[in-house]
Nanobody, 120 residues
Framework: VQLQASGGGLVQAGGSLRLSCAAS????????IGWFRQAPGKEREFVAV???????NYADSVKGRFTISRDNAKNTVYLQMNTLKPEDTAVYYC???????????????WGKGTQVTVSS
């Protein structure tokens, strides 16, 4: 399955954005889909995952603010981001992978990602 992230932009602190991860090639409902992010000068980090059975898990830094969901009819996974903070600024990527505990080991394919910038 090929995934393409979109929906990023510039938002003020406290605002919201919804990212989309559109799947092509095969149905996304058969896969674990995760969101990762990479801020300038930092390593890529796990943000959230939704499993093929719709179990969700989140990084502690976004728990309670971000929600991952899936629309199988549109073959799309979403990341609703509320109460955004400047430290959420990063390029966000969606990918497939293996669930490990409450996080995900990505499969190594990242695509282009989408930039999220939160101003203070």
């Amino acid at each position: 399955v090929q995934l393409q992230a979109s929906g990023g932009g510039l938002v003020q602190a406290g605002g919201s954005l919804r990212l989309s991860c559109a799947a092509s090639g095969r149905t996304s409902s058969s896969y674990n889909i995760g969101w990762f992010r990479q801020a300038p000068g930092k390593e890529r980090e796990f943000v959230a995952v939704i499993t093929w059975s719709d179990i969700t898990n989140y990084a502690d830094s976004v728990k309670g603010r971000f929600t991952i969901s899936r629309d199988n009819a549109k073959n799309t996974v979403y990341l609703q981001m509320n109460t955004l903070k400047p430290e959420d600024t990063a390029v966000y990527y969606c990918t497939t992978g293996t669930v490990v505990g409450k996080t995900m080991r990505p499969n190594g394919y990242w695509g282009k990602g989408t930039q999220v910038t939160v101003s203070s």
